[in-house]
């Protein structure tokens, strides 16, 4: 069976997908593009039919895409195929004498912090998330060392 062609995925729609869809693992926050306060966030979402998983925050680096694309490359170790990273920068905000925070210019040498997200298949199976509830305790221990 041939594989199906999806349409080139944008920042822009991604951003749109993250906030149209329901809040999962109990997590309260909701997507917002502008929000550069998130240090690691997991989504699983749906795009044209494709589930998928999407890896996004201030600490999320496009290196990490690059380790699975090389695992992938020259092991039989399954990892996920990466269909998109992304990055966008915001001026960081700073504090004026009376603690007061304001954006900085957007001029190109002022400091910045990054967003990334990483766009990639979502693989079959149970999370850790859904799967450490039921575990005992002698198996924890072995995943956490």
């Known amino acids: 069976m041939p594989s199906r062609q999806h349409p080139e995925l944008t ?3 991604l951003q ?6 329901e809040v999962e693992f109990e997590d309260l926050h909701t997507y917002r593009s502008d929000d550069f306060s998130v240090i ?7 795009w044209d ?3 998928l998983t999407v890896i996004y925050g201030t600490q999320v680096s496009s290196v990490e895409a690059d380790t699975i694309t090389f695992v992938s490359r020259h092991t039989t170790v399954p990892v996920p195929r990466i269909h998109a990273v992304f990055t966008e920068q915001e001026p960081l905000p700073t504090a004026n ?3 007061e925070y304001k954006k900085q210019s957007t001029h190109a040498s002022s400091p910045r912090r990054t967003m990334t997200y990483i766009v990639e298949e979502r693989l079959p199976g149970r999370s850790l998330a859904d799967a450490w ?4 305790s002698d198996q924890r221990k072995i995943i956490a060392s």
Request: charged share 30%.
């Open 133 to 136: 509830p039921t575990m005992r």
């Open 97 to 99: 004498c009376n603690g």
């Open 49 to 51: 039919r494709l589930p």
């Open 11 to 13: 920042l822009q729609e």
């Open 16 to 21: 749109r997908i993250l906030s149209s869809f």
């Open 40 to 46: 690691r966030r997991v989504r699983n979402v749906e």
